[in-house]
């Protein structure tokens, strides 16, 4: 069995995908080690072709699977499945690991047995500046009950390297033909871990700043109900569980308030003013009426709050201020 399996979502991204690759090759004998699943999700230009080529030159670590367009929900389902690592992370094909870090990272995760291992990582702009990024680096390396994670200011996927057992054995799943969905990602698998570790140098170097992100504010103008609907799902899957994860409520409660801040905040920015609007003001009464605990936590986001007070009325000047911070 692998120690670790990378899924990497590949969607027409031939001109980065060899960086991201490259970034797991440095080290023929921690190779061994790891399992690479590149995920070319229907690419309509030569992603799959730099997959194959990896997965001929190291057959015994790359695997190149080609798939019908299924977003990147489907990606890490389908990575799940074919998973042999013990352990599993993701990496988008556009992005790349810290190669030093990342192998000194796999001889840590050798010797772990931790549910949900944690790791900093790099915001990587592509003008060239580089920030560190570390929502937990107050949670001990050691291994430590589950609790632990509770001091986590946030959690990003970035940070996280999952027990693979868990996500099989819980039947986890990410919403698929969907965007945002890494708040499914990093929320799930919380309702069921027990223990976390932390390495503490950064592995995963996320590239911010490339045209056509889903985070742009055109990806949001397109793709803005997809939050509603990962929302929908996350807050469904806490409200069954929520008995059961008593000792991480804070930081799934942060989760949460996150997850609703940014459903208020892309409807804001979305296309058509009224049209939004009416659409975010069902969603609000819906939340009210269906999970009205959480209707009521999500009273301390700022903006969720300042809608509900005035009744709405003040979504166009709120819309005007969040779209000048957003340019």
Known sequence: MKLLTV??????????????????????????????????DGSTDGTFAIAEEFQSKYPGTF?????????????INNSIRLAKGRYFK??????????????????????????????????CYEDGNITLINHCKKVPSVVSDISALNLCEYLAMHELTIKTALLKDNHISITENCFYTDNEYTFLPLLYAKTV???????????????????????????????????EKIYSAYNDMKNDVSSIQPILMRKICYI???VYTYYLVSG????????????????????????????????????????????????????????
């Open 7 to 40: 899924s990497i979502a590949a969607y027409n991204v031939e001109k980065y995908l060899e960086k991201a690759l490259t970034s797991l090759t440095n080290n023929s004998e921690l190779m061994t080690l790891l399992e690479v699943i590149v995920e070319d």
């Open 260 to 262: 609703t801040d940014t």
């Open 90 to 123: 993701q990496l988008d094909g556009d992005d790349w690991f810290d190669t030093q870090n990342f192998y000194g990272f796999l001889a840590f995760l050798n010797n772990r047995n931790d549910d949900l291992v944690l790791t900093p990582y790099y915001n």
């Open 197 to 231: 570790g932390r390495y503490h140098k950064p592995v995963y170097c996320y590239r911010l700043g490339r045209n056509g992100q889903s985070v742009s504010l055109e990806g949001i103008k397109k793709h803005y109900m997809d939050s509603l609907a990962v929302a």
């Open 272 to 327: 058509n003013k009224s049209i939004s609007k009416e659409e975010l003001k069902k969603f609000d009464a819906w939340m009210k009426k269906n999970y009205f605990d959480l209707y009521k936590m999500t009273r301390g986001v700022k903006k969720v709050r300042l809608l509900r007070m005035t009744k709405f009325s003040i979504y166009g000047l709120l819309r005007k201020k969040v779209l000048r911070e957003w340019i």
């Open 63 to 75: 695997r190149a699977v080609h798939k019908e367009n299924g977003g990147y929900g489907s990606t």
